[in-house]
T-cell receptor, first 113, second 116 residues
């Protein structure tokens, strides 16, 4: 069975700094997809970035990037130049060949001015 | 990004009554999902649906739950009868592919269901 673990329950940073959020996963599949989502204060869930397991290059979208370490089953999210509006709950998720998207428990990020 | 619409945003219903949650997926998407979230906690998978059939369901998808998408219209989650523990936010989601290059899953804003 799939499992996604986020051990950091909350992180607080100062605006314009860089933050890294951790995520480790478990799967028996050789091919899978990893995602990060953000849930805003209004409850909206927004897709941020994706990493395919067969790709060695770390994905980057805007000020989001990933640190994919396949041997460690780890997919960290890096947010550079954080902004106040980045304050949200961040969920790591995995999708294997069975189509189901499995989520971690989330990391709450607070960006202070 | 692509929009998934959920109607209504909030619904209050008496325990034991039936409720139908409606979802308008992204127009060309083929895979549909329902997730349950209690009090901003973890997103719990309920069910996924493709080509008119349930592909996989979790233990949370009780016998009182059903899904359908008649004639390519709304993708619905029906709970009959409702129980107090069904109170949660239900998120609908859709994706174009299952495991291909368009495998991102996009979520609606959720329907907050309160069973009283």
């Amino acid at each position: 069975a799939q499992k996604v673990t986020q051990t950091q329950t909350s992180i607080s940073v100062v605006e314009k700094t860089t933050v890294t959020m951790d995520c480790v996963y478990e799967t028996r599949d050789s091919s899978y997809f990893l995602f990060w989502y953000k849930q805003t204060a209004s409850g909206e869930i927004v897709f941020l970035i994706r990493q395919d397991s067969y790709k060695k290059e770390n994905a980057t979208v805007g000020h989001y990037s990933l640190n994919f370490q396949k041997p460690k089953s780890s997919i960290g999210l890096i947010i550079t130049a954080t902004q106040i509006e980045d304050s949200a709950v961040y969920f790591c998720a995995m999708r294997n060949m069975g189509y189901k998207l499995t989520f971690g428990t989330g990391t709450s990020l607070l960006v202070d001015p | 990004g692509p929009k998934v619409l959920q109607i209504p945003s909030h619904q209050i219903i008496d325990m034991g009554q039936m409720v139908t949650l409606n979802c308008d997926p992204v127009s060309n998407h083929l895979y549909f999902y329902w997730y349950k979230q209690i009090l901003g906690q973890q997103m719990e998978f309920l069910v996924n649906f493709y080509n008119g059939k349930v592909m996989e369901k979790s233990k949370l998808f009780k016998d009182q739950f059903s899904v359908e998408r008649p004639d390519g219209s709304y993708f619905t989650l029906k709970i009959q009868p409702t129980a107090l523990e069904d109170s949660a936010v239900y998120f609908c989601a859709s994706s174009l592919d299952g495991t291909g290059s368009n495998t991102e899953v996009f979520f609606g804003k959720g329907t907050r269901l309160t069973v009283v």
